[in-house]
Each structure stands twice: as structure tokens, then as C-alpha cells.
């Protein structure tokens, strides 16, 4: 949402970001991105996780190319990931059945729907 009003000018931003016209500031509100809202007509990579809870996903880790595939359960707000039925692909090959996993967030390269 976007506010005109007649505000004082922050510390230093307009000397850096140009002239500061206070007729024409506004107040931008941004929610908080990890609450999955939208921030200025952009949909958040977080809301879109949580729309693919109990849906198969396909989950690319930071290890030599390795994919697991699986059933969603939860997600949460750091994309730290639990899924169920998951089965290792390694090098695009099949590989163990490992069940019921959890991963770090951080060490997620790529999050996809199974089509």
C-alpha cells in the first residue's frame, strides 16, 4: 500500500538516492516477507513453497548434483523442508528410497513441482 503524506526527509537517504521533494513522498508499507505476503505486486518464493504442501516436489541439494523427490508435508519460514515417500536421483539416476527426510533450508538449490 502506498500513503502520500507530507513527511521529514530520513538521515542522509536523499543525498545519496537524489533530490528530496516532500509534495511527492510516500510512505511504502512492506509486510513481512516471511509471512508469504505480497511486497509491491511481487508474490514471495515463500508462498509459493507453502502452496505445494501435499503435492509431490522435486528438491535440488548442494551435493554433486543430487535430487530427491517426494511428497511435501511442511515447510517453514527459513524453507527448511520435511518430506515423506522421498527417493534419491543422483546424476539423473534412481537411487535409494530414503522415506521420511528433513532438510535445511540452506541447502536448497531448487524447489520444482513433479508434473
Keep these: 500500500m502506498i500513503f502520500n ?3 521529514e526527509e ?3 537517504f536523499f543525498s545519496y538516492f537524489g533530490s528530496y521533494e516532500p509534495q511527492y513522498a510516500q510512505t511504502l ?3 513481512h516477507p516471511k509471512l ?3 511486497v509491491n505486486g511481487i508474490v514471495l518464493p515463500i508462498k509459493k513453497v507453502f502452496a505445494l504442501v501435499d503435492s ?3 528438491v535440488e541439494i ?3 548434483g543430487r535430487k530427491l523427490q517426494g511428497r511435501l508435508v511442511a515447510v517453514d519460514e ?4 520435511h518430506m515423506e515417500e522421498t527417493i534419491e536421483f543422483v546424476d539423473n539416476q534412481r537411487g535409494r528410497s530414503l522415506g521420511t ?3 535445511r533450508g540452506n541447502n536448497i538449490l531448487t524447489i520444482a513441482p513433479v508434473i
Design 36 to 38: 508469504g505476503q505480497m
Design 10 to 12: 530520513p538521515f542522509g
Design 5 to 7: 503524506e507530507q513527511v
Design 56 to 58: 509431490k516436489i522435486s
Design 101 to 103: 527426510v528433513v532438510i
Design 62 to 64: 548442494k551435493d554433486e
Design 29 to 31: 508499507i512492506i509486510l
Design 78 to 81: 527459513y524453507l527448511n523442508i
